[in-house]
């Protein structure tokens, strides 16, 4: 995977292309360590879908060289708490990777 033309998107530009490609539930993939953590944190699956597809990049993304993808934190007030969820994006790959979620300021 690369992220060469993700690196020279704006936040707002990478957060408005996670947002469009959320609109689509096929396109988002939740790793097992993403549902755990919902499971743990009593986060259901709309919550997630809800961050994604309304939610905003706060933080800089950042790089993970060993799976070639840049990480951006989204984060949105949703279900009565403030909640976040970190997703991969690609240039090669259409899909939106949950890669954890939590609650913020817990």
Avoid: W
Wanted: charged share 25%; hydrophobic share 35%; proline share 2%.
């Amino acid at each position: 995977m690369g992220y060469d033309r993700c690196l020279r998107r704006t936040n707002t530009q990478n957060q408005k292309h996670i947002r469009a490609v959320a609109v689509r539930t096929e396109f988002i993939v939740i790793t097992q360590h993403a549902k755990l953590q919902m499971r743990k944190r009593g986060i259901g699956i709309n919550e997630v879908y809800d961050v994604l597809r309304c939610g905003s990049i706060v933080r800089q993304p950042e790089t993970n060289l060993g799976k070639g993808s840049l990480e951006c934190r989204m984060e949105r007030y949703v279900g009565g708490r403030d909640c976040a969820v970190v997703v991969a994006i690609s240039d090669e790959y259409p899909e939106l990777l949950v890669v954890t979620v939590m609650e913020i300021g817990n």
